[in-house]
């Protein structure tokens, strides 16, 4: 899923994730370089069941620097989707 530059993706490790189904709760917000020659990470999304809903955590000031007109409306509808998925896993 797309917007503009950015994309939402699962995080990538050298060695093995810290458990099994990390992957399935945690999530990197990337932007595409303005050269289009890498992607870097802006921030993380890790789902918390306690709250039922993402937490999000900057990486640094990037998300500040690289933020645009709509990613947060997108964001949202992003983590909204993704707990309607998990809420029909659970059932």
């Known amino acids: 899923m797309r917007f503009k530059d950015f994309k939402i993706t699962k995080p990538a490790f050298l060695g093995d ?3 099994e189904d990390y ?3 945690h999530f990197s917000v990337s932007k595409l370089s303005d050269d289009k020659s890498h992607v ?3 921030a993380k999304l890790s789902w ?3 709250e039922n809903a ?3 955590s900057s990486v640094g000031t990037r998300y ?3 933020r645009e007109d709509g990613l947060e409306q997108w964001l949202l509808k992003w983590c909204e989707l993704k707990a309607i998925e998990y809420e ?4």
């Open 17 to 19: 994730p810290p458990s």
């Open 54 to 56: 993402f937490d999000f």
């Open 64 to 66: 500040l620097e690289y």
């Open 48 to 50: 918390n069941p306690k």
């Open 88 to 91: 029909y896993e659970e059932q």
């Open 23 to 25: 992957d399935k709760y």
């Open 40 to 42: 870097f990470v802006i």
